[in-house]
């Protein structure tokens, strides 16, 4: 197993081949042979795929020169996962697809359902090679035809999971899909605008709706921030990337994100979180004035409160420790992004949840 030190360089290797393969960063190798050698490949493609970034590591390989890739046995190794990845990305669009063809014929014409895909496929739209962003799941925005949409499913014979209230979820052409009654986490559900997946007729998802790229994007926020600070789990190197494609796409507008995430408990976590992958992937945009940040708080912060949960202890007790004690780490960064403490935020707002959940 790589000791901490080692796993730190990796990560950083691999953001850097990442940034080289995707934002048109400088090349890691310079103009000098590659240095890493066959257990330093090994360990990138590992960090890689516990990231979900194996084939855009692979995008980034390919763009070296010849003399600076791994050694042929592990190429091909690498080119089998990519594979398997797109054939997943096929197979769950297939099944979207299938989907939408059932509710479309079981709605009724007066009132058809269009389903609307948020993250997964509707993120790797803005991706230069689609089904190399890989998911797991589909997400649909469904708001009050959720309950029609299940009733159709368990029509078919499908059993459909209503226990979340958040959303229904069932498995359809072994497909596990989230068909969301709201997107965000708490009382300040926003009024989402829908847009046609693609003008492209001929693309396969051309069947579906889509969110706009900033309202996305401020879903991916609330995601993100939700997941690191409710769950106390690292934001994965994956979704920084979701953010970097999603905010360096060129109908990206700033000004229009500023305002759906201007007086949320996200306001902050946006601009550290835009600035920190900035400094990452070397991003040529400008944000304006709206995107700065209080003294006291920087972009390399965002490593530091975000990014450095230990793995989850099956100990509630280790859970509570090691939690609060980041919270008092950093209590003054946190202050300055949320306006109170991590403490108040947290515990004091989701105790009973907490404990529900066994922490």
């Not at 257990?39 to 970034?53: G, I, Q, R």
């Not at 600076?68 to 197979?91: K, N």
């Not at 300040?188 to 790229?213: A, G, M, Y």
Request: glycine content about 4%; charged content about 25%; hydrophobic content about 40%.
């Amino acid at each position: 197993m790589l000791q901490s030190a080692s796993r730190s360089k990796i990560s950083l290797k691999l953001k850097l081949l990442l940034r080289f393969g995707l934002f048109g960063g400088p090349n890691p190798f310079g103009t000098e042979d590659a240095a890493f050698d066959t257990d330093v490949w090994t360990a990138l493609f590992n960090e890689a795929k516990s990231h979900a970034v194996t084939a855009l590591l692979y995008d980034a390989i390919m763009q070296l020169p010849q003399h600076q890739r791994p050694p042929r046995i592990l190429m091909l190794q690498l080119g089998c996962s990519v594979a398997e990845i797109e054939d997943s990305c096929r197979q769950m669009e297939t099944a979207a697809i299938a989907l939408s063809d059932l509710v479309t014929q079981k709605s009724h014409s007066e009132n058809k359902i269009v389903l609307t895909v948020v993250k997964g496929p509707a993120i790797a739209l803005h991706y230069p090679i689609p089904n190399h962003r890989e998911y797991s799941d589909i997400d649909l925005l469904t708001l009050g035809e959720t309950e029609r949409i299940g009733r159709i499913i368990e029509e078919t014979g499908i059993s459909v999971d209503r226990s979340d209230p958040r959303h229904a979820s069932f498995v359809f052409k072994d497909v596990v899909f989230e068909c969301h009654n709201y997107l965000l986490y708490t009382s300040d559900e926003h009024q989402w605008n829908i847009v046609p997946f693609t003008e492209d007729k001929s693309d396969r998802l051309s069947c579906f709706n889509r969110l706009p790229v900033e309202e996305e994007a401020f879903f991916l926020a609330k995601h993100m921030e939700h997941h690191a600070v409710f769950f106390h789990q690292n934001v994965p190197l994956r979704s920084l990337v979701d953010w970097a494609m999603l905010t360096n796409d060129p109908e990206f507008d700033f000004n229009k994100l500023d305002v759906l995430k201007r007086d949320t408990d996200v306001d902050r976590f946006v601009i550290l979180l835009t600035l920190y992958c900035k400094s990452l992937f070397g991003l040529p945009r400008s944000y304006g004035s709206a995107y700065t940040l209080p003294s006291g708080i920087d972009a390399s912060d965002f490593d530091r409160l975000y990014m450095n949960c230990p793995p989850r202890h099956r100990s509630a007790f280790v859970r509570v420790f090691r939690r609060s004690w980041h919270y008092l780490s950093h209590t003054r960064k946190y202050k300055l992004l949320y306006g109170k403490s991590m403490f108040r935020r947290f515990y004091f707002s989701n105790l009973r949840i907490a404990i529900k959940q066994n922490v």
